[in-house]
């Protein structure tokens, strides 16, 4: 039985049709073109139901309805690690991420989020495992490009077993695109996942981006893939990362961001977070090339201020080296003491020897 529920208005018919119904099917006008129609079971004897709403579209082979996604409370863990395909990482993370993951990889634009996703991507499909890159800002074609530019041959990462795929956040609500993940995961077997740009979703609620993040992170432990999600983040002082409300969902955090040092823009990394492992604390300065992608140079060790965006050279630096002027004057001055006192009493005893001698003479 179809009924109409005036706008505006929450009865069924005359009352009695709730009662009478075995099951009863609610639908409504979502709010945005991405979410056009919301469905709701709100009765089903002798069902077991969710009575969430769940984003409804009408296609061209009829009406979809998009499941919620049921989170596993005991997803599998690991304490194997993994190449990361980052020159210089590795080694400062006791060997890798650990398996069955999710890292957040933060930063402003341009930093280098998209290009570090990739090569942990390509570093698995040179091991021969299967990768899915999922772009969230950049067409399939963007992504091929970047690759040659890295100096990969993206025909012969193609048939070893990255996939790329390309979604509109814009044009698509969380439930379809989680849907539309899990098809992919389903068909491919990924052992590792990137989502470059979830932040295109910003426009979603705490709430709502809690939850999509949520998904994704359980959706992958649960199929044993260690994922990488990235986010944009515009720069500010201090560890502002914060803002979306996500950042207890990731087992592992990398900041990365621009700093200024001798007048010359520089790029430089921070392993904010790795659990269960033991890993570099410094401020890890790295560069990208044609030949070798991103790759770690060096610890900042010798500056300060790197969160303000301005580095400067430490000022326990400049301390210490004034202390050693300082110790070295002290030696000095203690040495030119001992020299003037010897020449005094050199002089003295020659002006007694010659006071002996006249007196003999006498």
């Known amino acids: 039985?179809?009924?109409?529920?005036?706008?505006?208005?929450?009865?069924?018919?005359?009352?009695?049709?709730?009662?009478?119904?075995?099951?009863?099917?609610?639908?409504?006008?979502?709010?945005?073109?991405?979410?056009?129609?919301?469905?709701?079971?709100?009765?089903?004897?002798?069902?077991?139901?969710?009575?969430?709403q769940h984003v409804c579209l009408i296609?061209?082979?009829?009406?979809?309805?998009?499941?919620?996604?049921?989170?596993?409370?005991?997803?599998?863990?690991?304490?194997?690690?993994?190449?990361t395909g980052i020159i210089g990482l590795d080694e400062r993370t006791d060997g890798g991420i650990i398996k069955n993951t999710t890292t957040a990889l933060v930063g402003p634009t341009g930093s280098g989020k998209t290009t570090f996703?990739?090569?942990?991507?390509?570093?698995?499909?040179?091991?021969g495992e299967i990768g899915l890159f999922c772009s969230l800002e950049e067409s399939p074609d963007q992504?091929?490009?970047?690759?040659?530019?890295?100096?990969?041959?993206?025909?012969?990462?193609?048939?070893?077993?990255?996939?790329?795929?390309s979604c509109i956040p814009q044009n698509q609500s969380t439930d379809e695109f989680i849907s539309y993940l899990i098809s992919h995961i389903e068909r491919v077997k990924p052992s590792r996942l990137v989502i470059d740009g979830l932040s295109g979703f910003k426009f979603l609620s705490n709430n709502e981006m809690y939850f999509l993040t949520k998904s994704i992170s359980n959706l992958s432990q649960?199929?044993?893939?260690?994922?990488?999600?990235?986010?944009?983040?515009?720069q500010q002082s201090g560890l502002a990362i914060g803002s979306l409300g996500i950042s207890s969902i990731f087992q592992n955090i990398i900041l990365m961001r621009y700093v200024e040092i001798k007048g010359q823009l520089k790029r430089s990394l921070l392993i904010l977070k790795m659990r269960a492992t033991k890993h570099d604390l410094s401020f890890l300065e790295f560069s990208i090339s044609s030949k070798e992608g991103i790759k770690i140079i060096?610890?900042?060790?010798?500056?300060?201020?790197?969160?303000?965006?301005?580095?400067?050279?430490t000022y326990q630096r400049y301390l210490n080296r004034e202390q050693k002027i300082k110790v070295t004057e002290s030696k000095d001055r203690e040495n030119r003491k001992t020299k003037l006192y010897s020449d005094l009493k050199k002089i003295?005893?020659?002006?007694?020897?010659?006071?002996?001698?006249?007196?003999?003479?006498?």
Do not use: C, W
Request: net charge positive; proline share 4%; glycine share 8%.
């Open 222 to 234: 649960s199929n044993e893939i260690t994922s990488i999600i990235t986010i944009l983040q515009s």
């Open 143 to 165: 992504i091929k490009i970047l690759a040659q530019s890295l100096g990969f041959d993206f025909n012969k990462l193609e048939k070893m077993g990255i996939h790329i795929l």
């Open 117 to 127: 996703g990739f090569q942990f991507i390509s570093e698995g499909v040179l091991r």
């Open 59 to 83: 296609k061209e082979k009829g009406m979809i309805v998009y499941p919620k996604v049921v989170l596993n409370k005991n997803p599998p863990v690991s304490t194997h690690r993994i190449k």
């Open 348 to 362: 003295s005893n020659k002006e007694k020897h010659n006071k002996n001698n006249s007196r003999k003479r006498i």
């Open 298 to 313: 060096a610890p900042l060790k010798t500056y300060t201020g790197i969160l303000s965006g301005t580095a400067q050279k």
């Open 1 to 52: 039985m179809i009924v109409e529920i005036p706008f505006g208005t929450k009865n069924i018919g005359k009352g009695i049709e709730e009662f009478v119904a075995d099951g009863i099917i609610e639908l409504e006008h979502g709010y945005s073109d991405h979410i056009p129609i919301l469905l709701r079971v709100i009765k089903m004897r002798s069902t077991n139901i969710l009575r969430q």
